[in-house]
């Protein structure tokens, strides 16, 4: 049996896992409609009177501009996709990369200097060093990506980089250095696959790690700067829950809560269904 | 010897790289904090004035030399938007910050263990399924949203508005109680989660061991199992987790629930410091954090050492 | 036994933390009845920012020229009572006598006022006040090492300054137009008429310093202010300050004629009772720097503090009508209020050295960008801005003479305030603009939850004459720090700032568009009409007139007629405190003046 089908069987087999995927495969349709247009295009208009109640015109009620929360909150998918998926993504491969060339040549000066920027970077506090990438890359919308994907490979890399120490010892790495293949291309083709256990499961986690991020740094001026977020809602909620108007924090928090929640069932579904040693135990 | 000496330069190579960073991009590309100085209608002149004052007229390599001898000699100097020595600040802040963090931070751990020892010890059963479940929840809410629905519900009319809305007006005991509970309730919940997990997992994996096993085998009781062999095995990497926990509790604070709350601890001036470019605050600030970092990894490698000779 | 173990360990940490929130919940401070005893009186004001430093020569904003006029001594300050604002004298003993071409000023000040001891004067006792330490204090802002930020109100202005400054700065040296002639007597020479000069005395940028606490303390004077006003510093940080009355403060009992008290507007708040009684009346205030408004809410609700300017969100709940402002009835039997017109002004300016909407070489693209300016002021819709973000209680008027200044002319025509949609596409169309050939718009503000809303407002706004919504982008940044380097360094198109006026004289704005001011200098629209610039100039020298006041509105509409700014609104400030307080709070420019006067004990105020 392959892997592919023995891990989807195990998925298959785990409810909470299987809610997760659809919880998250639900967002990205969203997230898709409002790319293409279909949906959530409204979401700067200022149609409404000031923080109307929920109705049938305005389903989640409206802010205090008078703007529709269901539109804002619907566009914020896109805007969490976006980030959660440029830096998951990018995180996860540069972690990839690093810790694989820090694990190959393991004990040398490539792997100091790698093991050397992790430790750099783990040793800044994470709110200020991102607060730092904010401020040096000024008003950039893709300042927090960055920030952001600078500090969560380190994480991937230590992981990637202990996998690849353990692979390097395998036979069918050894073979293939015997016949002299190039280090690149067993990296590339032999080693790499086989880490790609760690890399789903940390991409899933950096997802959820880079949304919960946002909302910090759109809460304190430094997240997202053009369009809107669920880090805006909320900071915009800050204002108004102690007014008694509601509608921007439920809204917002309820659709993050379902998102994350929904990586989380599947981060840990993956998790299980790559290591079926652990979850036997 | 040699062990010590390599650790003392990797030690001192970090520091180096940290200030290199720090120096980078909080300084050199941080904010100009010439213009919130100057006042209305300030000439060209002035604002050159102000500038060079501050040292921004400086080439490169030698503003990154002052700040790494500065920092290396603790000459710690003034902050430049109130005057006020860092030093000071710093033993103004930090107290703060320590008596916000150290409740909440205690209590997530030792309810993150137990939490973890139960859930470990019923392995597979709802009572694991159940912890599990929770910690998952826990997870998936913001560190915002906590804040803002405990304020909500704790702290004002529309909740059940026990303690005060915010601030920092200790002066003994019971207000010391009340104005840490909130912000200690809100860092349990958002840790939990995490702290849970973490310490299940390492049970289950040090339950799974052989000697656990036959120590089972051999009839031992599942309670003293779990706390003779399990607790006491695993307390490396909890002391590790600790431990590297400590140099953010101490020095660096939480900065969402100290602005959040409007707590004048060491968190909040820091962010401050970043945001207005408050050069010698940041400089002490991020400096002794690395420091504090270093020493600890040091120190947990020897903790290492101690405990597991093969490990070198 | 062990399934009960398993269960006990599962059940215990909800229960630890419900026990931890009940024994906690028993105790949150009940301060408003505690106080060490019944005769120490204790007046707690909420402000919404904190000042970072507590030297007069950094006594930029609001937040530091409240402490400022508290811990030191100014020579002027506002009558506590009376509007229009008037000036009172307080450590000079009057008004200052002025020569009769306007240039030397002569001013005598108290006898008998001291500092308040400190370790730094000789066996720590505090020393007389003399007119040589006003001297000191002044030309502090002219010593680079100061970093003040005050020298702007006399740059250019009294004789030898500004020299003396170039000189190296030495206090030694003496400055002939600002000279102690005795111990009580301080002379000012002026290079020309400056009628506003009486008016800058009472800022806490001219508050008097001892220039021995200055020498001992070094930078950290501004944490550990020496003065000699009503109050002395017990602690200071960013969550607040801690005030103790000055045993030594002179002794000058309150009259409510000389603070110009108007029993048909004033009657009723128990400030009749204060009369005779010898301020600062209160013992003790706490200043409590509460930035967030929920949170600066809460803590006036709760009690926490005794005053509190209540914010916008809060409107609907806290008054009854609009016009006047009014109390509504749960709330009036704790409270008092009043309503504050904001001696300012917010405004939106264009840059206009930015050719795509300012000046340009090319004659015909002038009058173009112009018309653009003109079309987007008219799409600006003031009554809808003022609804939400003001609760439609702030005053929109055209121009820059704000409606509290005795300068500001009711009748004049409200029609560039007024929302004209079809007129705006009209002159779009006239000249040329359409969608395609519109220029990006970057529209500057600081991070902030509120500022951004502005902006999105603004945009929306644009929509409705056909702005293309990704044509009107947001340049943000973190602070407003970072946001006025940017601006001053004439980076923003459209910069939108609120203007507090130093003194009541629409001077203070109309040099707001004076050419010379432009950026760095407070003429953010670098707005340069030469015509403007000369009446400025021959305004500037006279005293207060029909005269003047009719240059002053002439240059309003040539400001309104060149369409250079988005303006503006006046914000109407509520103002809250308990009732028990015998007391008028202000806003403006009595601001820190007040406290000395805010009495937390006397129960006048329990009329019903």
Request: proline residues 5%.
């Amino acid at each position: 049996m392959n892997a592919e089908r023995r891990i989807w069987g195990q998925l298959r087999d785990d409810p909470a896992g299987l809610a997760g995927l659809v919880v998250v495969g639900l967002f990205l349709l969203v997230a898709m409609a409002v790319w293409l247009g279909l949906i959530g295009q409204d979401w700067s208009a200022a149609d409404g009177a000031r923080w109307e109640t929920p109705g049938p015109d305005h389903w989640f009620g409206t802010n205090i501009l008078g703007q529709d929360i269901f539109e804002r909150a619907i566009y914020s998918v896109r805007t969490a996709f976006e980030i959660g998926l440029v830096v998951a993504v990018s995180s996860t491969l540069l972690g990839a990369l690093l810790g694989a060339l820090a694990g190959w040549y393991s004990h040398s000066w490539v792997d100091g200097a790698i093991l050397w920027l992790k430790g750099v970077l783990d040793s800044i506090p994470f709110y200020l060093f991102v607060a730092a990438v904010a401020f040096a890359l000024q008003g950039k919308g893709w300042a927090m990506h960055v920030a952001m994907i600078a500090t969560f490979w380190t994480t991937t890399g230590r992981l990637v980089r202990a996998e690849v120490m353990k692979l390097k010892t395998r036979e069918f790495v050894l073979a293939a250095r015997t016949i002299g293949l190039p280090d690149a291309l067993i990296l590339g083709r032999h080693v790499l696959p086989n880490t790609i256990h760690i890399l789903l499961v940390q991409a899933s986690i950096a997802f959820v790690a880079a949304i919960k991020t946002e909302v910090i740094l759109s809460f304190l001026g430094l997240g997202v700067q053009d369009g809107v977020s669920w880090g805006l809602m909320l900071a915009e909620s800050t204002q108004e829950v102690l007014a008694g108007h509601f509608s921007n924090f439920l809204a917002a928090s309820l659709m993050l809560f379902a998102l994350l929640m929904g990586f989380n069932l599947l981060a840990d579904a993956l998790q299980d269904a790559f290591d079926p040693k652990q979850a036997s135990q | 010897m040699l062990y010590a000496l390599r650790k003392a330069v990797y030690g001192l190579l970090l520091i180096l790289g940290v200030t290199f960073i720090s120096f980078v991009l909080m300084v050199w590309f941080g904010p100009d904090q010439t213009y919130t100085l100057v006042g209305k209608n300030a000439s060209a002149e002035q604002i050159a004035e102000v500038r060079h004052q501050l040292g921004y007229d400086q080439p490169f390599m030698q503003r990154y030399l002052d700040y790494v001898t500065d920092l290396f000699t603790l000459r710690l100097g003034s902050s430049n938007a109130s005057g006020e020595q860092v030093s000071r600040i710093l033993a103004r802040t930090v107290p703060v910050s320590l008596a916000l963090m150290l409740p909440g931070f205690v209590l997530g751990n030792l309810l993150g263990i137990a939490l973890g020892l139960a859930a470990a010890r019923r392995r597979g059963q709802w009572a694991d399924r159940l912890i599990s479940a929770l910690s998952v929840t826990g997870m998936s809410i913001s560190f915002l949203v906590i804040v803002i629905a405990l304020q909500v519900l704790l702290s004002t009319p529309y909740g059940l508005n026990l303690f005060p809305v915010r601030g920092w007006q200790v002066t003994d005991l019971p207000s010391y109680l009340s104005y840490v509970a909130v912000p200690t309730l809100s860092l349990v919940l958002v840790t939990l989660g995490y702290n849970t997990r973490f310490y299940r997992a390492i049970f289950v994996e040090e339950a799974a061991r052989d000697h656990i096993r036959t120590a089972r085998a051999f009839g031992a009781s599942p309670t003293v199992v779990m706390w003779k062999h399990v607790l006491k095995n695993s307390l490396v990497p909890i002391i590790t987790r600790v431990m590297f926990s400590i140099p953010l509790v101490v020095i660096s604070g939480s900065l969402l629930i100290e602005s959040y709350f409007g707590i004048p601890g060491v968190g909040k001036v820091a962010f401050d410091a970043i945001t207005s470019g408050d050069q010698p605050v940041l400089k002490a600030v991020v400096g002794l954090t690395a420091a504090a970092f270093v020493l600890i990894q040091i120190a947990t490698d020897l903790l290492y050492r101690l405990v597991d000779p093969r490990v070198a | 036994m062990s399934r009960l173990w398993t269960h006990t360990r599962i059940a215990w940490p909800p229960v630890a933390l419900l026990a931890l929130v009940m024994a906690v919940a028993g105790c949150k401070p009940e301060r408003s009845s505690e106080g060490p005893e019944p005769a120490y009186r204790v007046y707690r004001h909420a402000m919404d920012g904190a000042p970072s430093s507590l030297d007069p020569t950094h006594a930029s904003n609001l937040y530091a020229n409240f402490l400022a006029v508290n811990l030191f001594d100014t020579l002027y300050r506002y009558k506590y009572l009376a509007r229009p604002y008037r000036l009172e004298a307080n450590l000079a003993d009057g008004l200052p006598q002025v020569s009769a071409d306007g240039l030397i000023y002569t001013i005598r000040t108290k006898p008998g006022v001291h500092f308040i001891d400190d370790p730094a004067f000789p066996e720590g006792k505090g020393r007389a006040v003399r007119a040589e330490d006003f001297v000191f204090s002044i030309k502090r802002h002219f010593d680079p090492a100061t970093r003040a930020q005050g020298a702007w109100l006399w740059q250019g202005r009294i004789v030898g300054l500004d020299e003396w400054k170039e000189n190296g700065a030495d206090y030694d040296e003496e400055v002939p137009g600002l000279r102690a002639v005795d111990d009580r007597t301080i002379q000012i020479q002026l290079i020309s008429p400056f009628p506003q000069l009486t008016h800058t005395l009472a800022q806490g940028f001219a508050a008097v310093v001892p220039r021995e606490a200055v020498q001992s303390y070094g930078q950290e004077f501004a944490v550990h202010p020496v003065g000699s006003g009503p109050y002395r510093l017990l602690s200071f940080n960013s969550a607040g300050a801690v005030l103790e009355r000055n045993p030594r403060f002179r002794q000058e009992p309150f009259s409510l004629e000389a603070e110009g008290f108007d029993p048909d507007s004033q009657g009723g708040l128990g400030l009749e009772e204060l009369a005779d009684r010898v301020p600062p009346f209160a013992d003790r205030i706490e200043v409590e720097f509460i930035a967030e408004d929920a949170a600066r809410w809460n803590a006036f609700i709760a009690g926490e503090v005794d005053f509190i300017k209540v914010p916008v969100s809060q409107f609907d709940r806290v008054l009854a009508s609009r016009d006047p402002p009014t109390l509504s009835p749960d709330l009036a039997e704790r409270f008092r209020l009043n309503a504050n017109l904001e001696s300012g002004f917010v405004h939106t300016d264009f840059n206009m050295d930015d050719r795509q909407i300012g000046y340009h070489p090319d004659p015909d693209q002038q009058i173009r960008n112009r018309a653009l300016r003109c079309a987007i002021i008219k799409a600006f819709d003031w009554p809808r801005r003022n609804e939400v973000f003001y609760y439609g209680i702030g005053e929109v008027f055209p121009g820059i003479i704000p409606p509290m200044t005795l300068e500001f002319d009711a009748d004049q025509d409200r029609a560039p305030v007024l929302r004209d949609l079809e007129g705006a596409r009209d002159l779009m169309s006239s000249h040329g603009w359409h969608a395609g050939n519109l220029p990006v718009l970057e529209y500057g503000f600081p991070s902030s939850v509120t500022e951004r809303q502005m902006f999105e407002q603004f945009r929306s706004f644009m929509a409705d004459i056909g702005y293309p919504q990704e044509k009107i982008r947001p340049l943000t940044y973190a602070t407003y720090g970072d946001y006025a380097r940017a601006y001053l360094n004439r980076e923003v198109m459209l910069t939108t700032t609120g203007w507090t006026m130093d003194y009541p004289d629409a001077e203070n704005t109309m040099q707001l568009f004076f050419g010379p001011n432009a950026a760095p200098g407070t003429n953010t629209a670098n707005y340069n009409n030469e015509e403007f610039n000369r009446l400025y100039r021959a305004s500037a020298t006279m005293q207060a007139s029909p005269m003047r006041t009719a240059m002053y509105r002439n240059m309003n509409r040539m400001v309104v007629d060149d369409c250079v700014t988005i303006s503006g609104i006046s914000r109407t400030l509520i103002l809250l405190w308990r009732r028990e307080l015998a007391m008028l709070p202000d806003r403006s420019f009595v601001g820190g003046f007040f406290l000395r006067f805010a009495d937390p004990e006397s129960a006048g105020g329990e009329a019903e």
